[in-house]
């Protein structure tokens, strides 16, 4: 068992632990007031699977629990959804000491996240993220938010979860498909910040010692949130690989590619600009891409490189015609080059 605490506005804990989802009652009884009512949300793939134990324990802590599903997938990160989880919370009668429980990936980490810091002005939520991506990555921060038809999490609130629980058991059952997807989080991590975690990765094999894995990135985007709750510094570096991954990630109509394998891509892209700069060690775009590859995840695209630098500057993390690209000194060493529409076309000149 590992835990960690968040030391954010609100601080809260991080349990992770195999096992820990079916003791969700007793864990959540530290945090949240007793016989509180809460809505446990989760998508259509998750709640077959992990609706009942979550619920059965909340049940047995003493809380009145109310289960509510919505169809699974991105296409479904809508304010459409976050109004029938209104619903929910409505019919449950859920008031500010109530609280809220998102039960999945990411999509419902971020949808259900934001239904709760809206209803009524705000409400407690635990995290308990059973995609490897939501695991190392999106259940801690605050990050909470969804998609619009202009774009991609441009709705959203910082709202900070009171409770994460990790139960590295739910992975067992994560399509083979999105479990690459959260790798290209974890090389992210270890291109940012750390050397050995970026090796580990790179040996292969990280199914075996999951617990202590998730918790080295969980380490890593801990401190960037400490240091900037707020995004507007340091936790920049986690969005390595986001400027051109946002725009493969629009130029394929979020259809073509996933988030974490167009994350992948961009980094390789970011790291052969860097290269080609002198800003970057020589050798760091083929690393990337051979840990990429480990985990079978894309590592090229042939976008041009004048239509990659149109999509980043419309990107929302673009700020006044100005970029904040995250670039590498050399694996595990990451520094932020800001840069408008001129000093980008001519890094992207590499890409050709
Ligand atoms: N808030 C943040 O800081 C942050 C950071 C990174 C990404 N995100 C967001 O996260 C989302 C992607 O997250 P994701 O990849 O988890 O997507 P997701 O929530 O859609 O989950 C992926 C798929 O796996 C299924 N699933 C989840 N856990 C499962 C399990 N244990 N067993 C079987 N199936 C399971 C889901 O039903 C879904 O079909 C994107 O919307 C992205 O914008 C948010």
Redesign the pocket.
Known sequence: MTELTVHTGHPYRIRIEAGCLKRAGELAAREFPAGARAVLVC?S??RP??AQPAADSLRRAGFRVSVFEFP???AH?TLATVSTIYGAFARAGLTRSDFAVAL???????TAGFAAATWMRGIRFAQIP??L??QI??SI?G??GVDLPQG??LVGAFHQPSLVLIDPD??K???AH?FS??MG?AVKHGCIKSRPLFDRIARGGVRAGLEGFIAENLKIKRAAVERDEFDNGERMLLNFGHTFGHALEALHGYRGLS??EAVGVGMVMMAKCGEKAGLTQPGTADEIAGALQKYGLPVWDEAQPAQLVRAALLDKKARGGVVNLVMLRKIGESFLYPADEKRLSGLAEALR
Do not use: C, I, R, W
């Open positions: 998508d793939h998750v699977l992990y699974a997938g991105e990160k999945g990936g990411g999509v419902t980490g971020d059973t995609s991506l939501a990555d999106s921060g990050k909470t991609k999490n739910t992975l059952t994560l399509p999105f997807d959260g989080e988030h974490g």
